[in-house]
């Protein structure tokens, strides 16, 4: 989670700052205005709820009210958090590239190569087709687990925090393996075996995800974070694993 958190510090670093702009600019509109969407919806289906309790069970009928807000408050920032992340980090999936490149740069001095507009615009042909790989990843997994969110409420959410935290990894972890070439499934081999690191930067970054106001920040955060976890930690083990 140390990753996760020194993102904070990255972001407000002296020339990576401008780099930072653009991912941060599509999650504050994309969660802004879903974030008010859904929670707009809350107290219709809450009331629509309650009222198919008969009324001789009055007690039980304010008793759920004050059960079912706390419960539904999670399930939506929990669901939202990755549906509507993912959906901001297609978007911008390809500037998301260009700023792990750039805190590579800054945290090895090595230079990826030429990383201008049209370098970027080039390259969106290939970034749309790593995101397709992790959707293509995602879907079957996130049914599953979704449908166990609903049938088993408490244990469904615990499994569902636990998928989101290691989608959150392979979302933002794949950024700098992305820049390197590294196809998706030697990626995955390798966040395989790192997995609790994997799992508390995923971690941090659902909690995040979940607080308003700061979830806005969570995409170039973990970008920069994942970033510095592939220098410190999964690059290495990476050049391992192709020398052994």
Known sequence: MNYFLQGF???QTKGLKRFVFIPLMVNLLL????????????????VWLVDLIPDWLGWLKSALSYIIWPLAVISILLIFALIFGTLANWIA?????????????????QDLGDTGVLDVVKDIPRTLGRE???LA????RALGFLLLFFILPVFGQILWFLF???????????YPFDNHKVPFKDMRRTLNQSRGNCFSFGIGASIFSMIPIVNFLVMPVAICGATA??????????????NA
């Open 93 to 109: 999936a390809p500037f998301n590239g260009l700023l792990a490149e750039k805190v590579e740069k800054h945290l090895t001095g």
């Open 31 to 46: 969660f802004g205005v879903a974030f008010y969407a859904l929670f707009g919806q809350i107290d219709g289906a809450i």
């Open 9 to 11: 510090s990255l972001i």
């Open 229 to 242: 976890m592939w220098v410190d930690n999964l690059k290495p083990k990476l050049l391992n694993d192709v």
């Open 137 to 140: 990843y995602y879907i079957p």
């Open 132 to 134: 397709f790989a992790k």
């Open 164 to 174: 989101s935290a290691w989608m959150m990894a392979i979302q933002y972890c794949d």
